[in-house]
């Protein structure tokens, strides 16, 4: 891993000690890919929440949804920022135990490609404080945009931003309940109660070059101490499939991430399109 990425995960590592944790420490071996890729898990902790991440620079700029990502453009979900996250988080699908930090059922509920939209790159309209997206994946597609809020309306020191769908052929105004409700992984099929007790199949990999599929029964300890090591999930890169929705800019992305490169590009209009389409036929 480069040396920025590790310094900027040492937030990350600074609440876990991975001596005694199988939560991934960002040393595991990470698929290449032309695109960048994103995931959103869904996570029943203390309170149930949507965790967006984007790859960027080698690690997962992270966010906490309340409420979940939601399609109709009317609607301005409060979007925590916490820290950054390495690239083989994005495979882990599981349970953290109760007590500990995160503690709590994780289900990967969607994943996919993103790109950046417009002419500045993603780091700059992050420092700016806007960040206009599309992304391609099984559950989100279109255009989407982050807006950072001036500051913490509670008066603590959260970095908050607001998610909003732009308005586009994806766009669902109303009637959005039922994709929220979804409880049904992308990766492995499961629910969240079958994920909890550890059943069913595991998930497919998606973000690490392993071809081993995870374990069903997944558990990470994220304690600093007094934590036990469990399972740790292995993954590789697998197909990432993105729904065909009437003749929105979403095209139904072939087999492999590059066919959902493809799409991705052309969801995202001339400037994201035309470095989402280059090697679109290339592996993810």
Do not use: C
Not at 8 to 22: A, E, M, P
Not at 82 to 91: A, C, K, N, T
Not at 183 to 206: H, L, N, Q, T
Not at 256 to 264: I, L, P, T
């Amino acid at each position: 891993m480069a040396k920025e990425a590790l310094r900027k995960l040492s937030k990350y590592g600074s609440k876990r000690d991975f001596t005694v944790t199988d939560e991934p420490s960002g040393e595991s071996e990470v698929a290449t890919s032309e695109h960048l890729r994103f995931v959103i898990q869904k996570h029943a902790a203390r309170r149930l929440h949507y965790d967006l991440r984007l790859e960027l620079g080698g690690v997962f700029k992270s966010w906490a949804v309340t409420k979940g990502p939601s399609p109709d453009p009317r609607d301005k979900r409060l979007a925590v920022e916490v820290e950054d996250h390495p690239l083989d988080y994005g495979d882990f699908e599981g349970t953290i135990p109760k007590g500990e930090y995160g503690g709590g059922t994780v289900l990967l509920w969607d994943r996919g490609l993103w790109a950046p939209e417009g002419d500045a790159s993603a780091e700059q309209q992050l420092r700016k404080g806007e960040l206009k997206f599309v992304m391609e994946g099984e559950r989100m597609h279109g255009s989407w945009v982050l807006v950072r809020m001036k500051g913490d309306r509670y008066g603590g020191k959260r970095n908050n931003w607001l998610l909003i769908k732009q308005r586009d052929a994806a766009a669902v105004e109303g009637k959005t309940d039922a994709l929220m409700e979804e409880d049904r992984s992308v990766a492995s099929g499961r629910k969240m109660a079958d994920i909890e007790a550890g059943k069913g199949r595991g998930p497919e990999p998606f973000m690490l070059k392993s071809k081993a599929a995870a374990k069903a029964n997944a558990v990470w300890h994220s304690n600093r101490a007094d934590a036990s090591a469990s399972t740790a999930p292995a993954a590789r890169q697998p197909a990432a499939r993105a729904k065909r929705s009437g003749k929105s800019t979403n095209r139904t992305a072939s087999k492999g991430s590059g066919g959902s490169a493809h799409a991705a590009g052309e969801a995202s209009g001339p400037s994201a399109g035309g470095r989402a389409r280059r090697g679109a036929r290339s592996r993810g």
